[in-house]
């Protein structure tokens, strides 16, 4: 029986965990869980998976879960301090990490320093301080199992292949919801538009990040230090139709790759029972007979200058993607609230990085200053 700590439980990638778990109740418990403030998602939950403890995002939230749960039933704590205590649950063996934010990056790495087997979906982590994480993964002999469907694809691709073949990671990208539109078409597109992505649905912040192609650049910087690969060797392909998750090719140019109908479950299911296999429930099967087509396109990095930063920020590396990371979590954010427009978005990304002095090796400290500094900026940026 594998323990489960579940940080972002009611949240796309939450949900679709937790219903992994209950379809093999004789391998999974939920030990303990996080959620933001969705109360009547959370207490859902907690009746039906009841784990031992809970963390809230704030402190209105906990009184009123306080209200709802009594106390002999769960823990509850609210906070940072209680994101950690749920990731470090007490036997807790794998966290799944599906918060959304750099808020996840401290609860990763204290449950490495406990010998916590990570899933991690909160790829944000890894693009803000990518070195740290896995320079502690290494220290402590945790793995750091991937959730993102593309990382998951190039992650079964490797099964027993020596990493020193690999001559390039071929990423996959489905284009998002504007994907058929012209950047002059992009200028007064609105919210409502952006969140209708054509293959996947998911939380809010990602699918922005698709339409920006953010998304895509955030998961090169993830598939550089999930896979040790430099930027040279890590490209983009846009395909459609997202039944070839991604690719692999090896120095003889033999090139393996991983499909699959869209289907988070299965990456998500994959990395909690690694390197084992167990049923899908209701997945629906890949015949290829009845897609017919698979398209592909190169990536066009002067449409979607996001990737271009994304690419550009890891290369020069450092707290570079620190501030990409951070500056494109506030203008998202900003672009949901209706208070700039889409194109802002990588305006002010550019400017954040334009202005930033670059520290070579920054430790977490100096990390959480860049973040916030940028939050900053770009805040003022927004008013
Ligand atoms: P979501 O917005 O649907 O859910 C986020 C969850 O985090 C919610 O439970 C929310 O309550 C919680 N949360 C947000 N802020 C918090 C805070 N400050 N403290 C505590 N909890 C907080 O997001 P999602 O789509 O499930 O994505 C989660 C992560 O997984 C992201 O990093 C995303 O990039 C990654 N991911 C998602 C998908 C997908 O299909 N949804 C695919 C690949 C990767
Ligand atoms: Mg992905």
Redesign the pocket.
Known sequence: MKKISL????????LQTLDVIKAHPDQFKLVSM?????ISSGINIIRQFQPHFV?V?DKETYEKLKLEIPNEEVKIGYGQNA?IEAAIFDGVDCLVN????S?GLVPTLKAIEHKITIAL????TLVTAGHLVTEHARKYGVDLLP???EHSAIFQCLQGENPKNIERLIVTASGGSFRDKTREELTDVTVEQALNHPN?S?????TI?SATMM?KGLEVIEAHWLFDIPYEKIDVLLHKESIIHSLVEFQDHSIIAQLGTPD?RVPIQYALTFPNRLQVKNSKRLELWEVGKLHFEKADFNRYKCLQFAYDSGKIGGTMPTVLNAANEEAVAAFLNGKIKFLQIEEFIERAMDKHENIAHPGLEEIQEVDQQTRNFVQTLIS
């Open positions: 940080l972002g439980a009611t949240g796309s990638i939450g996080s959620f933001g403030s969705n963390a995002k994101l599906a918060v959304v934010g808020v979906a909160n790829k944000e959730v993102d469907s996947w998911m939380g809010a912040k990602i990040d998304n988070m």
